[in-house]
């Protein structure tokens, strides 16, 4: 008689346990699909209205601490006259992959096209 009480007390305690992990695996499961969501929104970015508007701003946020606010090099060379050194595509690749001591820029390749165009359009 005295043990029998507590096997429903045992039953709930493992029902407990085990929802909670059931409840913390539904947890992170829908945490990678926010993450795989977000990842999707970037890929969405399609164009630029304004690929040289948005290319200076871009620049303004992720280069000049670098390159410089005007551009001329500070621990990173001069950027402001890459027209003959470098085509669109090549700019757009250091951006993306990075070159000697410059890490990759967190950007997509829309936004190093943007780059690449506003970078050569202020080239002289
Ligand atoms: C953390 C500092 C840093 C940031 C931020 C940075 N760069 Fe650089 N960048 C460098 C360095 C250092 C070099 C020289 C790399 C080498 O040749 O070893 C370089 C080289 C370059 C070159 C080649 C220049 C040449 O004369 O060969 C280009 C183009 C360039 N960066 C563009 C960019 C653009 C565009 C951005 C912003 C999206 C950017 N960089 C952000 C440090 C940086």
């Known amino acids: 008689m005295k043990g029998k009480p507590l096997v429903p007390f045992a039953v709930t305690a493992v029902l407990g346990i085990l ?3 059931v409840l913390s695996l539904v947890g992170l499961n829908h945490q990678a699909t926010l993450e795989e969501g977000d990842g999707e929104e970037v890929e969405e970015v399609v164009e630029f209205d304004d690929p040289i508007q948005a290319g200076e701003d871009l620049v303004n946020q992720s280069c000049i601490s670098c390159h410089g606010n005007d551009l001329t090099g500070v621990s990173g060379p001069a950027i402001n006259a890459l027209e003959g050194q470098y085509s669109e ?3 757009a690749d250091i951006v ?5 001591g410059m890490p990759a820029m967190p950007h997509n390749e829309v ?3 943007a780059i690449a165009t506003y ?4 080239s002289e």
């Open 96 to 100: 993306l992959n990075g070159i000697g």
């Open 119 to 122: 970078l050569l359009s202020i």
């Open 19 to 21: 929802l909670m992990i």
């Open 111 to 113: 936004e190093a096209e």
């Open 89 to 91: 595509d090549e700019i």
